[in-house]
């Protein structure tokens, strides 16, 4: 009866003050058929202790002691164990958010921080509370470049996330908002002719990642001249964030759209994440979410409260700048701590370290497969072309515990047997020398009797 909120005495009293003798009695009205007549067929009841074993249990079967070269916007980084600590504080744990700005003062000065250190971190003047996921951003950014410019249509970077591009359709399908898309050059770069033809009078923005979903990185300034020159806005997603930490910011965007989940925030099957959009403060009433301010109180005191925007603007249908009407606020708490702990020299060094260990992870896998895209600077992701497929080589790679690269042909089939790798600071030498040994396997002197005997087994 621990964790049941009514016992059986309460029951039977409940049944008493509406006149019933019985729970079978209550039901009586559904139909027998649409009643169930047995127990549940669920396990007998467990101890606490048998419990907790359960689940460490089913936990080490998710992965546990495996080593991971998956990224694609979403990434394995370290997490502080002071995070934990901290947001499991009832203050911040179960907040709401924080109208009531007399009663919220710590989790709007903890949004403050975060605002402010993203600031810091993108070369934006203003940042909001945060958004959903780097998706939604990129998407809510979209909408913000077309509301400020009045013009309906965007252009698409073929080399922004395909999962980003497809959130940004769904957007745009009632939104009478036509998406037109930019391909991308042998060094994975989005093409800047393609995106000088495709950028058209009713072209509102430009959308791009940088980092891109290959890894490289754009050349945004060029970006940035082509479409300034044409009236355009330029939107600059970034999925993974450590990358500010080494890459120069692009301050020549007019709106970046984040993913912030590799500060701090688990990987957690797919979310909660934390989304970011920070802009120039003269498209600040055009930024979709919350926005914390600074102020004094009548003593003179330093205090911060919601600004710019009301609860009630965000449910104005038509007339409010987003759908969104909440925000992040414990993710947005985990980002703020892991900027906190690191530091600007803390961050720097965390991303010097996963360039390193991609610049030998790319090395290596050179040496017996053929690394796409390689002439244009990279961060902590790169393309690797097998002669094999690459669901092979993963299957294969599993049974040594290592989670291998994604592949890409399910999204850009014209890649073949291409897949996208990422090393982070958790990515040994020894893990990368495995994987690069097991590919090999594949594209070694053994591949063409393998080859071979593959043919004779499709010829029977």
Partial sequence: MRYLPKSPADREAMLRAIGLRSVDELFAPIPAEYRLSRDLNVPRQMAESEIVDYFRQRSRENGEGYTSFLGAGAYLHYRPVIIDSLISR????????????????????????FQTMICELSGM??????????????????????????????????????????????????????????????????????IEKSIMPETACVLIQSPNFFGTIEDVAAIAEVAHKHGAMLVVSIAEAVSLGIVEPPRQADVIAMEAQSFGVPLGFGGPYCGVIATREKY??????????????????RGFVLTLATREQHIRREKATSNICTNQALMALMVNIFMTVYGKVGLKELARQNLAKTAYAAAQFAKHGRVLFSGAPRFNEFVVETSEDPHAINNRLLGHRVVGGLPLKKFYPELGNAALWCCTELTTRSAIDTAVGLVAESEGPGRSAREKAGLEEVAR
């Avoid at 744990?93 to 403050?112: D, K």
């Avoid at 009433?285 to 926005?291: D, N, Y």
């Avoid at 914390?292 to 005191?301: H, L, M, S, Y």
């Fill in 125 to 194: 003047e203003v940042a909001n509370a945060s958004m959903y996921d780097g998706s939604t951003a990129a998407a809510e950014a979209v909408m913000m470049a077309v509301r400020l410019t009045g013009r309906r249509s965007v252009v698409v970077a073929r080399s922004l996330h395909p999962e980003y591009r497809e959130v940004l359709a769904t957007y745009a399908t009632h939104q009478g908002m036509p998406l037109s898309v930019a391909g991308f050059g042998a060094d994975g770069r989005v093409n800047l002719e393609e």
């Fill in 284 to 301: 600040v009433r055009q930024m979709p979410g919350r926005l914390v301010g600074q102020t004094v109180d009548k003593q003179g005191r």
């Fill in 90 to 113: 009832g203050e911040f744990l179960t907040a709401y958010t924080p109208y009531q700005a007399e009663i919220s003062q710590g989790t709007l000065q903890s949004i403050f921080e």
